[in-house]
């Protein structure tokens, strides 16, 4: 096979559809690439022919030019499709299993794996700990929003799905098992929430929406999604969530006339660096979020932060910022006792679980985050809708698979 057509990042603002080489078990030179990184080989790896591919916030970061990601960068960490080929060392997969590809890359083999801690593998990606397809910083995997995308350590990556006709007509939903779902579960598990819980997740994009469906799942009491977009927090009330509108009044006193009191026990940044200041028209402030969750979190509570922050942004609204220095105020939490978790979410930990949760009808994670089914040709069209804010998931469909297929 030849060609592969895939969707570049170019430059601020600009994504394109290109053809690319057909991936094989190696991974070879190309934009962002690391040097010790090209000539890899990967005979435990796997050829998809990618049946879903989606995207994320995570991307808008680097297509907003508030990253280095390099021009000429295949996007796409998000990928669910079908084995086409598979390496010799690959044991237990085989061609024609469908399975779902968390979006970090890891070993198995490191002492990180070993903990499962596979947000931050330490053999993948020689620059830092950590990889994943398609992004700046994170090894130079190729990206998965592409008719076709290399998996290296198959059998350790990828969730087979226990019936492929089922997998497909499901697919909607188990398209955001790669990334979003697991990592608005992580966002709701690692700030506490439990049964009866009061949950303030900040942020209505797809992560605070998964976050926010994932502490229902969870048996949180309320759950209650701040955002400064109005049809991102009516997506949020259309599965029963209590919303705050940022653009007026404080958090915490709109918490109060929800709550009774202005704080909750739990909360999830499913913002990140890009937040912007509460009130209307407000410039950006990347330390909003921290500090209002800070402010309404109980005494003994977590955060949960999914939301992402960068050691570089060439866009930061200060020095400071430029390199991931923001003004948190940490004494406040510190006072609080207050719990963080940070970085990438370990898909792997949840996965399997949220796959039978989706298998069963027990979640409805399509619905809630308005999965939304664009041509790979769209991409460019996809990308700039999110970017203003439309109250959707896009979902691509480079093989034209997804028509017809309905959420659970
Ligand atoms: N940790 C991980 O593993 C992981 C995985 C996926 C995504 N992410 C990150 O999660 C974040 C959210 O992803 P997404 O796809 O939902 O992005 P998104 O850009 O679609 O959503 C972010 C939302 O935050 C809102 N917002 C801005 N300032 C705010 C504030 N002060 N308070 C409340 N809301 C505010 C925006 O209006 C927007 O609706 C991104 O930073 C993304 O990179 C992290
Ligand atoms: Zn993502
Ligand atoms: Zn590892």
Request: aromatic share 6%; charged share 20%; with cysteine.
């Given at each position: 096979?030849?060609g592969?057509?895939?969707?570049a990042?170019?430059?601020?603002?600009?994504?394109e559809?290109?053809?690319?080489?057909?991936?094989?078990l190696?991974?070879k030179?190309?934009?962002?690439?690391?040097?010790a990184?090209?000539?890899?080989?990967?005979r435990?790896?796997?050829i998809?022919?990618?049946?879903?591919?989606n995207?994320?916030?995570?991307?808008?970061?680097?297509v907003?030019?508030?990253?280095?990601?390099?021009?000429?960068l295949?996007l796409?960490?998000?990928?669910?499709?079908?084995?086409?080929?598979?390496?010799?060392?690959v044991?237990?997969?085989?061609v024609?299993d469908?399975?779902?590809?968390?979006?970090?890359?890891?070993?198995?083999?490191?002492?990180?794996?070993?903990?499962r801690?596979?947000?931050?593998?330490?053999n993948?990606?020689?620059?830092?700990?950590?990889?994943?397809?398609?992004?700046?910083?994170?090894?130079?995997?190729v990206?998965?929003?592409?008719?076709?995308?290399?998996?290296?350590?198959?059998?350790?990556?990828?969730?087979?799905?226990?019936?492929?006709?089922?997998?497909?007509?499901?697919?909607l939903d188990?398209?955001?098992l790669?990334?979003?779902?697991p990592?608005g579960f992580?966002?709701?598990?690692t700030?506490?929430?439990?049964?009866g819980s009061t949950?303030?997740?900040?942020g209505?994009?797809?992560?605070?929406?998964?976050a926010?469906a994932?502490?229902?799942?969870?048996?949180?009491?309320?759950?209650?999604?701040?955002?400064?977009?109005?049809?991102?927090?009516?997506q949020?009330?259309s599965?029963g969530?209590e919303?705050?509108?940022?653009?007026?009044?404080?958090?915490?006193?709109?918490?109060?006339?929800?709550?009774g009191?202005?704080e909750?026990?739990?909360?999830?940044?499913?913002?990140?660096?890009?937040?912007?200041?509460?009130?209307q028209?407000?410039?950006?402030?990347?330390a909003?979020?921290?500090?209002s969750?800070?402010?309404v979190?109980?005494?003994?509570?977590?955060?949960?932060?999914?939301?992402?922050?960068?050691?570089?942004?060439p866009?930061?609204?200060?020095q400071?910022?430029?390199?991931?220095?923001?003004k948190?105020?940490?004494g406040l939490?510190w006072?609080?006792?207050?719990?963080?978790t940070?970085?990438?979410c370990p898909?792997?930990?949840?996965?399997?679980g949220?796959m039978?949760?989706?298998?069963?009808?027990?979640?409805?994670?399509?619905?809630?985050?308005?999965?939304t089914?664009?041509?790979?040709?769209?991409?460019?069209?996809?990308?700039a809708?999110?970017?203003q804010?439309?109250?959707?998931?896009?979902v691509?469909?480079?093989?034209?698979?997804?028509?017809?297929?309905?959420?659970?």
């Open positions: 096979m030849s592969n057509r895939a969707v990042y170019l430059k601020p603002g600009a994504v559809v290109r053809t690319i080489d057909h991936p094989t190696e991974l030179d190309g934009p962002g690439v690391a040097s990184n090209v000539g890899r080989t990967c435990h790896g796997v998809l022919k990618v049946l879903a591919t995207i994320c916030g995570s991307d808008q970061h680097m907003r030019g508030r990253t280095t990601a390099p021009e000429g295949v796409g960490h998000e990928i669910t499709g079908e084995i086409i080929e598979k390496g010799p060392d044991e237990f997969l085989d024609g469908i399975v779902s590809v968390p979006f970090n890359i890891a070993c198995g083999r490191c002492r990180n794996c070993k903990e801690k596979t947000g931050i593998c330490l993948v990606n020689p620059a830092r700990p950590g990889a994943a397809y398609g992004y700046v910083d994170m090894g130079g995997w990206g998965g929003q592409a008719e076709f995308v290399m998996i290296p350590y198959a059998d350790f990556n990828a969730l087979r799905f226990p019936d492929p006709e089922q997998a497909r007509e499901k697919l188990l398209t955001m790669s990334d979003i779902f990592t992580h966002g709701a598990v700030a506490g929430t439990q049964v949950v303030y997740v900040a209505a994009g797809p992560v605070g929406l998964a926010a994932s502490a229902q799942l969870l048996g949180a009491a309320v759950v209650i999604v701040g955002d400064l977009n109005a049809e991102r927090l009516a949020a009330r599965f969530c919303t705050v509108d940022l653009t007026r009044g404080t958090v915490e006193e709109q918490i109060a006339e929800i709550l009191v202005p909750v026990d739990a909360a999830v940044d499913a913002v990140g660096f890009e937040a912007r200041a509460h009130g028209g407000s410039p950006e402030a990347p909003t979020v921290l500090n969750l800070m402010g979190t109980t005494a003994g509570g977590a955060l949960g932060i999914p939301g992402l922050y960068v050691t570089d942004d866009g930061g609204v200060d400071d910022a430029r390199t991931g220095t923001l948190v105020r940490l939490g006072a609080k006792s207050h719990r963080f940070t970085g990438q898909v792997m930990t949840y996965h399997r949220l039978m949760a989706i298998l069963h009808e027990r979640v409805h994670i399509a619905k809630a985050v308005n999965a089914v664009i041509g790979l040709d769209d991409a460019p069209r996809g990308y809708e999110f970017d804010g439309a109250s959707k998931k896009y691509l469909d480079p093989h034209g698979v997804l028509s017809g297929v309905r959420p659970v």
